[in-house]
T-cell receptor
Framework: KQEVTQIPAALSVPEGENLVLNCSFTDSAIYNLQWFRQDPGKGLTSLLL?????REQTSGRLNASLDKSSGRSTLYIAASQPGDSATYLCAVKETSGSRLTFGEGTQLTVNP | DTAVSQTPKYLVTQMGNDKSIKCEQNLGHDTMYWYKQDSKKFLKIMFSYNNKELIINETVPNRFSPKSPDKAHLNLHINSLELGDSAVYFCASSQPKTGVETQYFGPGTRLLVL
């Protein structure tokens, strides 16, 4: 059974700092991995999706990497801003059309 | 234009009541999902439908019954609501076999059972 773990559970950084969020999964046979952002009381916004054949994806100040063999992904946020404060969720899809299995999230606070 | 929409956004009801949550997607996707986010913010799959057919049914009490009248809609009916059903319920959709399969989520329905 696939399990997804995110470390750290919470992170507080000063504005401008570069930071890394970690995600690990137990079964490396995945179809894709998706990073989401959830603001308090809101839904999920998709940030980046990495296919199993890809090593990384970039969008603006965000870069997500995937090492399938070791069961790890990282989300790198450059030059963090207070507006980046949210919970970041990692989720893996095992086959086409299947569910997402989520980690418990990392709650990020960026202090001005 | 909202890609995945849910109604209602908030639902407060008494224990024992029956309620429904509706979900609609205008993305033309074949697959739709219901997830539950508990008080610890952990998201877990409940059901998945592909082209109106049930393909995932996790260990969910049979008081929960999904219904898909067409490919764009997946509704969730809950009978005899219990206190433990209080959570946020998210609908999502994706298009399988596209090589990308980004999953898009609705805004959530916050259910509080009193």
């Amino acid at each position: 059974k696939q399990e997804v773990t995110q470390i750290p559970a919470a992170l507080s950084v000063p504005e401008g700092e570069n930071l890394v969020l970690n995600c690990s999964f137990t079964d490396s046979a995945i179809y894709n991995l998706q990073w989401f952002r959830q603001d308090p009381g809101k839904g999920l916004t998709s940030l980046l999706l990495i296919q199993s054949s890809q090593r990384e994806q970039t969008s603006g100040r965000l870069n997500a990497s995937l090492d399938k063999s070791s069961g790890r992904s990282t989300l790198y946020i450059a030059a963090s801003q207070p507006g980046d404060s949210a919970t970041y969720l990692c989720a893996v899809k095992e086959t086409s059309g299947s569910r997402l299995t989520f980690g418990e999230g990392t709650q990020l606070t960026v202090n001005p | 234009d909202t890609a995945v929409s849910q109604t209602p956004k908030y639902l407060v009801t008494q224990m024992g009541n029956d309620k429904s949550i509706k979900c609609e997607q205008n993305l033309g996707h074949d697959t739709m999902y219901w997830y539950k986010q508990d008080s610890k913010k952990f998201l877990k799959i409940m059901f998945s439908y592909n082209n109106k057919e049930l393909i995932i049914n996790e260990t969910v009490p049979n008081r929960f019954s999904p219904k898909s009248p067409d490919k764009a809609h997946l509704n969730l009916h809950i009978n005899s609501l219990e206190l433990g059903d209080s959570a946020v319920y998210f609908c999502a959709s994706s298009q399988p076999k596209t090589g990308v399969e980004t999953q898009y989520f609705g805004p959530g329905t916050r259910l509080l059972v009193l």
